[in-house]
């Protein structure tokens, strides 16, 4: 047990991390996320042959595998182009509203009565990210597009639940990131229209970030995140998950001293946010001790 809260808290760091080395990459969102795919997606086929893993799939189960993966494509465009036009402690902060977001939206999804005392940790929330909002209304476009990739975020893991049963965890993976780059290729000369870049290729230390950001942060998270799930509770997990923004913020602060431009009611809003999603988990597990 002790052993796989330590791998789990290892993979939740290293998720933290994301932004901060999104911020590190010179690359604008659209060819970040194109080059972090890539070196995935290539990395795994490799990984996954070498170790006799590739299962194959019909093309039907590959396109709806794949769509997923684009979904993803689209909340880390989303991500990285919030902290582009804002900074990592107000992406992060916009992506902790993701998992009350997802106790709303679920129930739509699979058919389940509307639980208000969520409804009002939503509300709670949401009037966290009012005030980070109304004290920083120079990064206002960065918040919106932070709260965008929270909604994504949240389709991508409804959309998980959905076939998580039918396939190995590493050939949804495998697919997924697979079909994400894919997607993105067909979509990046449509975005490269709409936003144009003067640099494609990665510059200098832009390989070591991209490197870590895919092998460390996507791929080894991948493997300490399933071996934890075989050891720990789902009530265990989710609690865990909620410290990925705290992480990041942390590391933001440290390495960028983002706290320097953030207003001082950036904590209070903050810390509603993060109170908010701390209820629920507790009311999670009261529900499966009833």
Known sequence: ??????RLHVAV??????????????????????WRMCITAVTLWVLFALQGKIHRISF????KIASIGFTLAIHWLLFYGSIKYSNVSIA?????????????????????RINFFEVLLGLFALAGIGIIY?????????????????????????????IVKGYMPQTITLYQLTGGFLGLSLL???YEWLFPSAVHMPQHTDWLWLIILSWCCTILTFFLYIRALQKISAFTMNLTLTLEPVYGVILAFILYHENEVLSKYFYIGFLLILSAVVLQMITLMRKREA
Do not use: Q
């Open 1 to 6: 047990m002790k052993s796989a809260l330590i």
């Open 13 to 34: 760091f290293l998720w933290g991390f994301t932004g901060v080395l999104g911020r590190a990459i010179s690359l604008n969102e659209g060819w970040l996320v194109w």
């Open 60 to 63: 039907k189960d590959f396109l």
């Open 92 to 112: 992060l902060t916009c992506l902790a509203t993701s998992g009350l977001l997802s106790a709303l939206i679920e129930p739509i999804f699979f058919k389940k």
């Open 134 to 162: 109304f004290s920083n209304l120079h990064f206002s476009i960065g918040i919106y597009i932070g709260l965008l990739s929270a909604l994504f975020t949240v389709v991508v893991s409804i959309l998980n639940k959905k």
């Open 188 to 190: 990046m000369p449509l």
